[in-house]
Structures are given as structure tokens and as C-alpha cells.
């Protein structure tokens, strides 16, 4: 069992930024992938992100790309998500997730979500 723990989000005016953390902890761990998903309202959760195992690749969808950041900390028990030149339309609820593969963009292959950190962006 692995557990998550997003912190970080809040409220934001557009062109500002914050940094998103998710903390991992449980038995089974080393070797997943992370990924960061969000879900705004009236819309299907969507994919942000995601890091290998060690941090040698990543992906974003075209939304975030040069905006956003993804990484890992040295000990990978920590996944940051590095949020610059906020939009109104970043504002959701942002989902960390862990696998057990390899760095995918689908939600489906991914093994452990966290319960979400809101952020909001105001025009």
C-alpha cells in the first residue's frame, strides 16, 4: 500500500505561481512513476505530467508546457510540481498519482491517488 499527500494549492491571481508537493510513504514504492492529474469543474480528470522512476524523463500535455515543472527529491519519497505564469483555466483540483510501469499519460495505469489539492486562479 502506498499513501499520498498533495499540499500546496490555494489562490492565486493569473501570472503568479505556486508549488504543488506530494508526499509518498507505504511498503511498495521504489520503482513507481509519479504523475500529476487535475480535474476542473464540469470536465473528465486530465493529465498534467509525469516523472520516471528516476527522474531521467518526463511529459507534459501541451497545456502546461513551458509553464510547469515536474520533480523528484533526492530520497523520491517527495514529487513537486513547480506551477509559473498561472492561467484561469489551470484552476482544478490536482490529483498525484504513483505506478507501478513506466511515466504514462492514461489515469487507468496508475496504482495509488492521492485525495487532491484545489487550486484557483483568478483572472
Known amino acids: 500500500q502506498v499513501q499520498l499527500v498533495e499540499s500546496g494549492g490555494g489562490l492565486v491571481q493569473a501570472g503568479g505561481s505556486l508549488r504543488l508537493s506530494c508526499a509518498a510513504s507505504g511498503r511498495t514504492f521504489s520503482g513507481y512513476a509519479m504523475g500529476w492529474f487535475r480535474q476542473a469543474p464540469g470536465k473528465e480528470r486530465e493529465f498534467v505530467t509525469t516523472?520516471?522512476?528516476?527522474?531521467?524523463?518526463?511529459y507534459y500535455t501541451d497545456s502546461v508546457k513551458g509553464r510547469f515543472t515536474i520533480s523528484r527529491d533526492n530520497a523520491k519519497t517527495t514529487v513537486f510540481l513547480q506551477m509559473n505564469s498561472l492561467k484561469p483555466e489551470d484552476t482544478a483540483v490536482y490529483y498525484c498519482?504513483?505506478?507501478?510501469?513506466?511515466?504514462?499519460?492514461?489515469?487507468?495505469?496508475?496504482?495509488?491517488w492521492g485525495q487532491g489539492t484545489q487550486v484557483t486562479v483568478s483572472s
Open positions: 498519482a504513483a505506478g507501478r510501469g513506466i511515466a504514462t499519460r492514461f489515469g487507468n495505469d496508475y496504482d495509488y
Open positions: 516523472i520516471n522512476w528516476s527522474g531521467s524523463s518526463t
